[in-house]
C-alpha cells in the first residue's frame, strides 16, 4: 500500500520505519526533518514520574507506550547501524527541601494508586548511587522503569532505518490533501493510498482534509532546555536521569553517552521562539541546586522548543476518514508516546483494531458541535 507520512520528527519517522517493515511504500514528507519538537525534546521515557494529577486519561497510554518502547527501537536497530541513544538505567527522583519531600512523598502514593513502580528510597542511598547529588536534599524515590533515548540520535537512527527499508523522503511542505493527492509548496503533487498527518503544530496548516471548522485545536508550549559540556574530571556527571523540585520548581538532568548532559525543561505560552534569560537562569540555578557539579560544566546550547498541546493535553490520534490518519498533539509526551504512536498507527493503515482504546484521542473530539 502507497502511504504518505506528514512530518519527520519522532512520530513520523517511527510510524514510517514500522509500515515500512511491514510491506508498505512508504514516502515522508517534511521540508526540514528533526526541525521541529523532537530537536529540542529531552527524551525521557518516564510514564511514572511524568504523571501529572487528574490526567488519568494518559496513564495507559504512558504506561503502554513504555512497554513497546523495546520493540520500536528492536526494530528500528535490525535496519541501522546508528546507533539509538536508548539507555535503561533509570531515574531518581530527588527534593530539595522538606517542602519538596512533601510533594515528592504525596506524588509517589499517586503513582503507586496508579499502579506504577517506584520505590522510596534514602537520600543516602541516591548519593551512593548517583555521588553527584546534592548532600543537602531532603527525600529521593527511584524509578527503575523510567528510561531515556536522545531523540536527535534516535531519529538519526530512525531515518537510516527507514532510507535501507526503502522509505522516500520530500523535502517540501504539503499545503493541501486534494482527494488521494498531496499538493506540496513547490506545486508538485503526491499520490497515496493512506495519508498520516504527523506533522505537529503544522498539522493544521494543511489544507482539505477536514469540512467546516479545523477540528484541532493545536497550541504552541515552549520549552527551554540546555546542553552542557562535562569536563573530563567529572565524567560522568550522573549515569541516571535526575529529576527534582526545587522550591516546586521541577528540574531534570539527562545524561548523554557523548559526555553532555541535557538541563530543562521550563513550559510558557508567550509565543516566544527563542530560548528566554529567565528560563535558563532557572533551569540552571535549580540543576545546581540538586547537582552541584552543574556549575562546572561547558554551556553548549540553549533552544526552545515548541511542544503541540491540545486542549486536553491528550494526543490527537485516529482515522479521520478511509483515507486519512492524524497523529499528532502529543505535548510534553511525545518521545514517550512514540512507540505507541507508530503501533497504532500502523494497526489503524492495516485494518486491525488497535492494541490500545484511543477512544479519548479522537481528532474530531473538539471540533465544533461534536458530542462524542
Not at 520505590?119 to 522503569?145: F, H, M, Q, W
Request: proline residues 6%; hydrophobic residues 40%.
Amino acid at each position: 500500500m502507497r502511504v504518505a507520512i506528514i512530518g519527520a520528527g519522532t512520530i513520523g519517522l517511527s510510524t514510517a520505519v514500522t509500515l515500512a517493515a511491514a510491506g508498505h511504500q512508504v514516502t515522508v514528507i517534511d521540508p526540514q526533518p528533526v526541525s521541529g519538537a523532537t530537536y529540542h525534546a529531552g527524551g525521557m521515557l518516564a510514564p511514572a514520574a511524568e504523571v501529572v494529577y487528574q490526567q488519568d486519561p494518559l496513564f495507559p497510554l504512558m504506561q503502554a507506550a513504555g512497554q513497546w518502547y523495546p520493540e520500536l527501537v528492536q526494530l528500528v536497530e535490525q535496519h541501522t547501524d546508528v546507533p539509538t541513544g536508548h539507555q535503561l538505567q533509570g531515574t531518581l527522583v530527588v527534593a530539595a527541601d522538606r517542602a519538596d519531600a512533601q510533594h515528592l512523598s504525596e506524588l509517589m502514593d499517586y503513582q503507586v494508586a496508579h499502579g506504577m513502580s517506584v520505590e522510596r528510597i534514602t537520600t543516602r542511598e541516591a548519593r551512593k548511587e548517583e555521588p553527584a547529588l546534592s548532600p543537602r536534599l531532603a527525600g529521593a524515590v527511584s524509578i527503575p522503569g523510567d528510561h531515556q533515548v536522545f531523540p536527535r540520535q534516535f531519529s538519526a537512527a530512525m531515518q537510516d532505518a527507514a532510507r535501507n527499508l526503502g522509505v522516500r523522503f520530500v523535502e517540501d511542505t504539503a499545503v493541501e490533501i486534494s482527494g488521494t493527492s498531496v499538493v506540496l509548496e513547490s506545486g508538485d503533487t503526491l499520490e497515496a493510498e493512506q495519508i498520516v498527518l504527523a506533522n505537529g503544530l503544522g498539522a493544521a496548516a494543511v489544507r482539505g482534509w477536514y469540512e467546516g471548522e479545523m477540528p484541532l485545536q493545536l497550541r504552541p508550549v515552549y520549552g527551554d532546555i540546555l546542553r552542557l559540556s562535562v569536563p573530563k574530571h567529572l565524567r560522568p556527571l550522573v549515569t541516571k536521569v535526575i529529576r527534582g523540585f526545587v522550591e516546586d520548581r521541577p528540574i531534570y538532568v539527562i545524561p548523554r553517552a557523548d559526555d553532555t548532559v541535557a538541563i530543562g525543561a521550563t513550559s510558557r505560552e508567550d509565543g516566544r521562539a527563542e530560548p528566554r534569560v529567565s528560563g535558563v537562569y532557572d533551569l540552571l540555578r535549580d540543576a545546581i541546586r540538586v547537582v552541584p557539579g552543574v556549575e562546572e560544566c561547558d554551556l553548549l546550547e540553549a533552544t526552545a522548543g515548541a511542544r503541540p498541546g491540545t486542549p486536553d493535553d491528550l494526543p490527537y490520534l485516529g482515522r479521520i476518514n478511509d483515507r486519512i490518519v492524524v497523529s499528532t498533539g502529543y505535548f510534553r509526551h511525545g518521545i514517550l508516546l512514540t512507540s505507541l504512536a507508530a503501533k497504532v498507527t500502523g494497526e489503524i493503515i492495516e485494518g486491525e483494531q488497535p492494541s490500545i482504546d484511543i477512544e479519548a484521542c479522537s481528532p474530531l473530539r473538539h471540533k465544533k458541535g461534536n458530542k462524542s
